[in-house]
């Protein structure tokens, strides 16, 4: 038990250092696409939800908001406001920032739970589509109530543009995001679980 659970611990910390690694090297983890950085860190989070559970995931993904919120401080953009509370003076940046990759590892780690004894396969397909697809529908969701006027305003558009504009890039953007994240938190969870599942069958 106190080896399996050293593995779990290990694993974890993997995953986090995974989360760092992406953050450091510039263009791999946050992606400048217009206003917004498209982002690979969603990956890890997913990953660790399906491999370790839905509490590492949760954990995970928590390390992913604080960096988030980190980049967005140290390395601003015209719409950083939104994931920085030092930026736009707004504890709801704190939030956004951090509860929706929260819940890339709750709603990925809760329904692989769900699906695996049916189909493993396809329990981590739509595990992976809909953690990532998450993150996409929360942060641009939390953008449209909590920051709509400003945010707006911070891409030169009216209120009454910004919605159509934020469907556009969940369709767009955030699809393609889901989708490829989709297919890497695939292979990845295929061997990682395919390889802790022999080494917890002997620890």
Do not use: C, W
Request: charged share 10%; proline share 4%.
């Amino acid at each position: 038990m106190n080896q399996s659970k050293t593995k779990d611990l290990v694993l974890l910390a993997m995953f986090i250092a995974i989360e760092i690694m992406l953050f450091i090297v510039p263009f791999l983890g946050f992606i400048p696409i217009g206003p917004l950085r498209a982002t690979t860190m969603h990956i890890p989070v997913i990953v660790a939800a399906i491999v370790l559970g839905r509490k590492q995931g949760v954990i995970v993904g928590f390390v992913f908001g604080l960096l988030s919120l980190v980049i967005n401080t140290i390395q601003p953009t015209a719409t950083s406001f939104i994931f920085s509370p030092f930026i736009s003076g707004n504890i709801l940046s704190l939030f956004e920032a951090i509860l929706p990759r929260m819940a890339i590892g709750y709603v990925a780690g809760t329904i692989y739970q769900a699906l695996k004894n049916k189909n493993q396969f396809i329990a981590m397909i739509v595990s992976a589509f809909l953690g990532a697809l998450t993150n996409t529908v929360l942060v641009l969701g939390g953008i449209y109530v909590l920051f709509g006027a400003s945010y707006a305003k911070a891409l030169g558009k009216s209120f009454s543009e910004l919605l159509p504009y934020l469907l556009g890039i969940i369709a767009t953007n955030g699809m393609l995001e889901a989708v490829v994240g989709t297919i890497i938190a695939l292979a990845l969870s295929k061997v990682l679980i395919n390889v802790y599942r022999k080494e917890k069958k002997y620890a």
